[in-house]
């Protein structure tokens, strides 16, 4: 187990897609803090901001699309916090980890390099766990460069490095890693169960752009016809966690978008393992 761990590291830290990936979300974080930079030092633009984060919070409905915003008070020090808490919202990161891991979970399936070493493992479910482990180290290591970037842009940008209170970033940040670490898992189920590259990235793009809103709506307004019960899927779900994660949230908050995170993580890894354990290696 260790050295298919030990392959699948040295195959990812040689992937040309992973570098691309991250020059180009390095490119994208640069870009939203620029016009972030340019909205918060316009007076009108920055208190229309503050008015629309007010207004949404503690309501459970997402934005179809990419939204960024920063989420400031007027006439307060913009930290690094506020700044890398408006990505994330924004799925500027996700987006970056579901297209790898894609990617990643079907880079090797049909290739010589996976009938090798299928055929060597006694349980081949062995392969997605090694994916797995691999896919969690990207997801670090992509926070880690998103963190950096998003500083330097705040003293570009900004003309200041203000970080924030680094307990509760520091918090945030641990329990966005295991949502989009879960994010990542259940994509490479995705991709493993469908084998189709351009149909389980579309699917993963979709996810980020906040589109399953529409399934979800459908689901709660069967279950309201059928139980006359109100539910809420989206607060129960990575993708939901993701967006209403509060900056400076409660405890409660981060313990609850943490176990969202285990559980689906969980749930489809178990449900990767067994589809490639019983499907034949072609």
């Known amino acids: 187990m260790l050295n298919i761990i030990r392959m699948d590291f040295a195959r990812m830290m040689r992937s040309k897609s992973q570098y691309i990936l991250w020059i180009v979300m390095a490119g994208l974080l640069i870009l939203t803090t620029a016009t972030m930079g340019s909205e918060f030092r316009d007076p009108k633009a920055s208190a229309e901001n503050w008015a629309t984060i007010q207004d949404q919070a503690g309501e459970s409905a997402e934005n179809l699309g990419m939204y960024v915003t920063i989420p400031t008070k007027p006439g307060e020090k913009a930290t690094l916090y506020d700044l890398f808490y408006g990505n994330v919202q924004g799925k500027v990161e996700a987006i970056f980890v579901v297209i790898f891991a894609v990617l990643f979970a079907t880079s090797d399936i ?47 940008f900004f003309g200041y490095l203000e970080i924030g209170p680094v307990s509760e970033l520091s918090a945030y940040v641990a329990v966005q890693i295991l949502l989009h670490y879960a994010l990542a898992l259940i994509v490479m189920a995705i991709a493993i169960m469908i084998s189709n590259n351009l149909i389980s990235m579309t699917l993963a793009i979709l996810m980020c752009m906040n589109m399953t809103m529409l399934l979800y709506a459908m689901i709660e307004k069967g279950i309201h016809s059928l139980f006359d019960k109100n539910v809420d899927l989206v607060t129960h779900t990575v993708t939901g966690s993701i967006s209403f994660l509060q900056a400076h949230g409660s405890s409660d908050a981060l313990f609850k978008a943490s176990l969202v995170a285990v559980i689906y993580g969980v749930v489809f890894t178990t449900v990767s393992a067994l589809v490639f354990q019983r499907r034949d290696i072609r």
Not at 119 to 147: D, E
């Open 110 to 156: 049909r290739c010589g390099y996976i009938k090798n070493i299928g055929g060597q493992c006694k349980r081949r479910s062995s392969l997605v766990l090694s994916k797995a482990v691999n896919l969690l180290i990207y997801t670090v290591l992509t926070f880690v460069i998103a963190l950096l970037v998003q500083a330097v842009s705040n003293q570009i």
